[in-house]
């Protein structure tokens, strides 16, 4: 199996980019594949995942807190970069991840001896 590096000739962005860990969907003519948002910036996103379009692409990009188009402006073998239609904040995008909340079914214990709960 070949290996392949990417290595940036020199990083000229303007604006920060932010590490993440995200599921997200990617949809494109009519399709529609999970990818993972590695990382993200007002205007831009590096995404993952095994099946991505082409360099061109008119794409939607949909996460929680996130829907958003933009176009393809690179490809590898797992990896995209997205340029975005519009501005978004990057923070807000990972934040959401933690406003999440999880609904439990209660449990009841029942005392069956001393220091004993069942």
Excluded at 20 to 30: C, K, P, R, S, V
Excluded at 89 to 96: C, F, K
């Amino acid at each position: 199996m070949d290996s392949i590096a990417y290595r940036a000739r020199a990083d000229r962005r303007r604006e920060s980019r932010f590490s993440a860990d995200i599921g997200a969907m990617l949809h494109w003519d009519g399709i529609s594949q999970p990818v993972t948002i590695r990382n993200i910036s007002i205007y831009g996103a590096l995404l993952s995942g095994t099946w991505l379009p082409v360099v061109g692409e008119w794409v939607t990009l949909i996460a929680d807190g996130l829907e958003v188009c933009g176009t393809v402006i690179w490809e590898g073998p797992d990896r995209c970069g997205l340029l975005l239609s519009r501005p978004v904040d990057p923070l807000a995008v990972i934040a959401e991840l933690a406003v999440h909340t999880v609904d439990h079914v209660p449990i009841t214990l029942r005392r069956i001896g001393p220091d004993q709960y069942a």
